[in-house]
């Protein structure tokens, strides 16, 4: 995530209440508007925001925009949304009151501070959840910062991750603890309830190379190949969205219309995970025939996500290309049709602003829906520059299902 500006409507974020507890978990129940405990949900959303880091302050805007949203949640439905910013981390449901007031129901599922960006976290939360409140349908937003299938800075592999929790309840990105791709999708296939929409509201994620990692844990992967503003969505109008429609457009759309008329922008796509592997499987021929190792490209007039690759902080990033813009460039006509028909069955929606403000390259980055297709990949190259990301696409399971092997990398 990046920044922009956005409303701060606080008065209702009594969910930052400290409490003590003695218990694993703790907490209190308002009644009689909660749903009770052993009842089954038509649908339950679980946001959960990994702030511990630069992006703290963002998470208390978009709590607020979500209490406004919460009286459109429909009753046979349920909102949980878990917090670890710069206090101790807050599991909280909330629901709307017979009076149309907003309650909500705090909870402290560990006894000390904890890592939230680990997948030992994040399970305890959703198995705390799912054990007193089953559903027929379970949604999940990961909140934080995000790089994609990029290897973070801690020189443990595989560390492809999402989120940052720098340990000292600060405004650091220090990284101590990364949810790894891999880690995250054995999590969430050993769950119960399938997860239906996987949605990251977090910079990069829609890499081919992280939902192809993803492909058995989500039926649906919503995210953004480029990077996205601080404070993400506008979950005011976003959470109606999820409640209100089954499938990604819907939620994509309001995202991004939510930066209509300003400076920054998105751009988001879908990915319906059961075709990933036949993606990987018509792409296997084409990356043989066009990307092999003795190929010169240098790749460097195709749409990237993040141009030239770029620096910031601790972290070199690759260029994110544009995978349809790739194959559009090299492929034939009749092959590119052949290989569109199964990205298309794959990336099923894009939507997008005109343009967003990259800060890592500071400058404006425009789109172009008639080239690009809303989920970037990773082309190795041989020069120095890439050499270390060359290697550290090798453990990626993408590199051998899409043919990169075979062709020599």
């Known amino acids: 995530m990046l920044a922009r500006v956005g409303s701060f409507i606080f008065s209702l974020l009594v969910l930052f209440t400290q409490a003590s507890c ?9 009644k009689p508007d909660a749903p009770e405990k052993g009842d089954t949900a ?3 959303l679980l946001v959960y925001m990994m702030a511990e880091n630069s992006l703290s302050d963002y998470a208390a805007m978009d709590v607020a925009e979500i209490v406004e949203a919460v009286p459109e949640i429909p009753e046979d439905c349920r909102l949980f949304v878990y917090v670890d910013d710069r206090s101790f981390p807050v599991l909280t449901q909330y629901f709307g009151m017979t009076d149309g007031s907003v309650g909500n129901s705090n909870y402290h599922p560990f006894d ?41 800075p801690l020189n443990v592999a595989p560390q492809r991750s999402v989120g940052i929790d720098n340990g000292n309840n600060s405004y650091s990105n220090t990284i101590t603890e990364t949810i790894e791709i ?19 509201d977090a910079c990069f994620m829609q890499c081919v190379e992280s939902s ?3 492909r058995d844990a989500a039926e649906w992967i919503i995210a953004s190949p480029a990077e996205i503003p601080g404070d993400g969505a506008d979950y005011a109008s976003l959470l109606p969205a999820f409640f209100a429609s089954d499938g990604p457009e819907e939620i994509i759309d309001v995202y991004v219309k939510a930066y209509e008329g300003e400076p920054a922008g998105a751009v988001l796509s879908a990915v319906d995970t059961k075709e990933m592997q036949n993606l990987a499987d018509i792409t296997y ?5 066009y990307f092999n190792i003795e190929k010169k490209r240098a790749y460097a007039d195709v749409f990237s996500y993040l141009p030239g690759g770029k620096y910031t902080g601790s972290v070199t990033y690759p260029s994110y290309f544009d995978m349809n813009a790739v194959m559009r460039k090299y492929l034939t006509a009749d092959e590119y049709a052949h290989w569109r028909e199964a990205y298309d069955k794959a990336v099923v929606y894009v939507d997008s602003s005109p343009r967003w403000y990259s800060a890592i390259c500071g400058s404006v980055i425009g789109y172009d829906m008639s080239v690009c ?22 453990t990626t399971e993408w590199y051998s299902a899409a043919g990169w092997q075979a062709a020599g990398w």
């Open 22 to 30: 003695s218990d694993a978990v703790s907490g209190h129940v308002v």
């Open 42 to 44: 038509r649908r339950t």
């Open 112 to 152: 000390s501070d904890v890592c939230s960006s680990d997948t030992t976290a994040l399970g305890k939360v959703i198995d705390f959840i799912l054990a007193d409140y089953p559903t027929e349908n379970l949604d999940i937003v990961m909140w934080s910062h995000a790089d994609g299938w990029l290897r973070s």
């Open 182 to 200: 891999e880690e995250l999708a054995a999590l969430l296939k050993r769950l119960p309830t399938k997860v239906g929409r996987l949605m990251f």
């Open 212 to 214: 192809y990692a993803l």
């Open 285 to 289: 021929a084409y990356v043989i025939k």
């Open 373 to 394: 297709g809303g989920m970037s990949l990773y082309m190795p190259q041989n020069n120095v520059r890439n050499e270390k990301f060359n290697s550290d696409f090798k």
